[in-house]
């Protein structure tokens, strides 16, 4: 039939390849085999078909060949076309049966995990997403959507995860900005990560009725604490009323709470005794019922000078890094003084600490333990990246509830769950071993919005 080398080479070369695919088959579960394979062995196989052409037609050829050769076309082009259509068989049939696995085994599964509402497992359970987009689509879009994420600056790296303490494993999306990107629906943990700045980590749910906002990164050696850009700030504390909405201007915060360690330099440094500090600190924020001579009252458990929860005037050993507890307002507001900041007003704290999130929060929260923790510790991170907004420390708030108390939000290590987002306010010398603060710095120093007694 084959009357030219040629026609040899081709279809012992097609023969050779049918039978190893035919062979594979029988090893290979096709049900595993990726739908773009087929595109792969094709373009391996031309390859092989050009390349024995090309060796055939640059062999030298004898005179008798050139009057007896004679290339069979026909019969050519239908053994190719006959091992095109073995090829796409196998891959045909493999994607059927992939799709049956799907409604056999693993639709059932993910209707499972939705009922339970842990989209997070369903989406990352998928091998293969393009094979359930197209032929089951609804459900594709009930465990998943397409969203939109920025970072200032751009061109930062992020990463998606699980909202849980202890689960390391992490899915690259790409860098930003990112426009239709498929994420899971629900709770998910998202890493910003840039070469020379510090990473920055935030937990969203792009269902919640707080838009996304696109995140600040600080630079590697700068202080740590997190840029909240200008908004129109609803308070959701429950418990407060008569609250009206109001424009908050940028400013930083503390991404952690106070620990011991900063506030032993504060009260060991020449300000702390200095009765001009105070009185400054008194003047400028037009305190009442407060003298410098008060200062003299804030003692610890041996009488020294410090927080409640001291010893002979430092805490201990091991716990330099925890969150400084059993201070006064006053004592909060001259610490941030000290260091030229500020305590958050209300508005600033209660959209720092994401209320929406509250649910996402708190179980990775310290609140209602026995014991404070490091701030450093493994602890969930807010929707702005805060940690530790919820229980360890309850922090003291720059604004007046009343008459003359203080508000102090967030919940103690040891307080009920339900006041990470429910009011709270004490008398301003309060010293309970909650007590702690963290601070804020408002970039408009001329404004006062928010900053109202």
Not at 140 to 160: G, H, Q, T
Not at 321 to 332: D, H, Q
């Amino acid at each position: 039939m084959f009357e030219t080398k040629l026609n040899k080479d081709l279809a012992t070369y097609l023969a050779v390849c049918f039978g190893l695919l035919q062979f594979a088959d029988i090893l290979i579960n096709r049900s595993l085999i990726p739908d773009g394979s087929i595109y792969f062995l094709l373009i391996i196989t031309a390859i092989g078909l050009l390349f024995i052409v090309i060796r055939n037609f640059a062999r030298p050829i004898s005179a008798a060949e050139k009057t007896s050769s004679k290339i069979n076309y026909k019969t050519l082009i239908l053994i190719i076309l006959l091992f095109a259509a073995s090829i796409s068989n196998i891959f045909f049939i493999g994607s059927t049966n992939r799709i049956k696995k799907l409604n056999q085994q693993i639709i059932p599964q993910i209707n499972t995990l939705i009922d339970n509402g842990n989209y997070f497992e369903a989406y990352t359970m998928l091998d293969d997403t393009t094979l359930i987009a197209e032929n089951f689509p609804e459900l594709f879009n009930s465990i998943s959507a397409l969203r939109e994420i920025d970072s200032n600056p751009k061109n930062v790296k992020v990463y998606f995860s699980r909202n849980e303490l202890d689960d390391n494993n992490e899915y690259f999306i790409g860098e930003t900005p990112l426009t239709n990107t498929r994420l899971p629906r629900g709770v998910i943990k998202l890493r910003f990560e840039k070469e020379g700045y510090r990473d920055r980590i935030i937990i969203t749910n792009f269902g919640w009725r707080v838009p996304f906002r696109s995140p600040n990164l600080s630079k590697v050696n700068s202080d740590k604490v997190i840029l909240i850009d200008s908004s129109t700030v609803n308070i959701a504390i429950a418990g407060i009323v008569d609250a009206d909405p109001k424009e908050i201007n940028s400013y930083y915060i503390d991404e952690n709470e106070i620990t011991n360690k900063d506030y032993y330099e504060f009260l060991n440094s020449p300000y702390y005794k200095d009765s001009k500090f105070w009185n400054q600190l008194i003047s400028k924020h037009k305190i009442i019922n407060f003298s410098y001579n008060d200062i003299h009252d804030y003692v610890d458990n041996t009488g020294r000078k410090g927080p409640s929860t001291w010893y002979v005037g430092k805490y201990k050993n091991d716990e330099e890094n925890f969150p400084v507890l059993g201070i006064s307002w006053f004592e909060a507001l001259a610490y941030c003084e000290f260091i030229g900041k500020s305590l958050p007003n209300i508005y600033q704290w209660d959209k720092s600490a994401g209320m929406a999130s509250a649910d996402a929060i708190i179980p990775g929260s310290n609140i209602l333990k026995s014991t404070p923790v490091d701030i450093n510790s493994k602890s969930v991170h807010g929707y702005y990246g805060l940690k530790h907004m919820a229980g360890n420390a309850r922090e003291w708030i720059y604004n007046t509830s009343g008459d003359k108390d203080k508000f102090i939000l967030g919940g103690g290590y040891k307080d009920e769950v339900y006041l990470f987002n429910w009011v709270q306010s004490t008398d301003p010398h309060d010293r309970t071993e909650t007590n702690g603060c963290r601070c804020a710095n408002q970039i408009d120093k001329g404004s006062i919005v928010g900053y109202e007694p």
